[in-house]
């Protein structure tokens, strides 16, 4: 059967329920709580120090403005290593005679003429005389 | 010790003064709470939660409303956040852990004098109107003081709680349940 709720009805409902309350311990259990979480917290300077940049559009502005500046920072230094770099390569390539040790005494040799190469190696390897087959009686 | 004296020890970072008006504005925060999570244990650890974040707040109360309108707006605000996280979870497949804890902590709720009829219908009124009527029919606050704990307009909170009684109205009705049984 369908009972009709009027507006007076509802209010007196909710208000009754609007009475109610727990028991004291819950309210002791809770208070014990929060008590426990203040005194665990302690005053450590770390933790009182709270930055939060995305709490105002303006701190939005100085933290973006920051990390604008790092980004161009770090492209800057790369830009100048990679010039130092491309600097002394070219420098290497189209001035040899900087390579040369200035001492009259020595010469430097390159490597390459100094030690055998690998190839030389093999060359000799290729030339090898045959054994004399098992079946073969020599006199 | 008056409220302002304990605002002001609160402020100097006093657990004393938030003692006082933990006393004070307990039982408001825990039932307010309750309705709007519709379960104690939910609403015993918003009760904790939210008295924390007045302690780490209350230096930003200039006192331009008073205290009970602040602290009803921090504890909405955390209900109504709450619930948000629990429809995004129930939104992901997650199990609903509050609603299990309500069935389980049911025949309490009714040795309270929370009517588990009312109780289950104030859970599919939108939260919002349910924080209005709520405010309104069970602590008896003027529309002014809901609307400045809400931040709405005087309009909007009459709207809100017209329509949550309708919709309160049509799912007592479709329960068939009758005014002198609640």
């Known amino acids: 059967m369908r009972h009709a709720w009027k507006e007076q009805d509802i209010n007196k409902a909710l208000h009754k329920m609007g009475q109610a309350s727990p028991a004291p311990e819950v309210f002791e259990r809770a208070w014990f709580k929060i008590e426990e979480k203040v005194a665990s917290r302690g005053n450590h300077f770390w933790t009182s120090i709270v930055w939060r940049p995305w709490g105002h559009p303006v701190r939005w502005v100085a933290a973006m403005a920051c990390l604008a500046v790092a980004f161009t920072g770090f492209l800057y230094n790369r830009s100048i290593v990679d010039q130092q770099e491309m600097g002394s390569y070219v420098i290497s390539v189209s001035n040899p005679t900087e390579n040369i040790t200035k001492d009259l005494g020595m010469v430097k040799v390159s490597k390459l003429l100094s030690e055998p190469s690998y190839a030389v190696a093999n060359l000799f390897e290729d030339v090898h005389v045959d054994p004399a087959p098992e079946d073969q009686i020599l006199l | ?182």
């Open chain 2, 1 to 182: 010790m008056t409220e302002l004296e304990a605002i002001n020890r609160c402020q100097r970072g006093d657990i004393t003064g938030l003692d006082v008006l933990y006393e004070m504005h307990r039982t408001k925060v825990f039932n307010l709470s309750w309705r709007m999570l519709g379960s104690p244990h939910d609403a015993e650890d918003s009760l904790q939660e939210v008295f924390l974040k007045v302690f780490d707040r209350i230096k930003n109360y200039r006192g331009d409303s008073a205290f009970s309108t602040w602290l009803y707006r921090m504890t909405t605000n955390h209900c109504l956040d709450i619930l948000r996280r629990r429809k995004i979870l129930a939104f992901l497949g997650f199990e609903n852990a509050p609603e299990i804890q309500d069935k389980k902590a049911g025949a309490k709720v009714m040795d309270l004098g929370l009517s588990p009829v009312i109780t289950k219908a104030l859970e599919k009124i939108p939260a919002k109107q349910k924080a209005c009527l709520l405010m309104r029919e069970m602590d008896e606050l003027s529309y002014e003081d809901i609307a400045s704990a809400l931040q709405l307009s005087l309009g909007s909170v009459k709207s809100n709680i017209h329509r949550a009684k309708a919709l309160l109205k049509e799912e007592l009705e479709k329960e068939g349940v009758s005014p002198e049984d609640v």
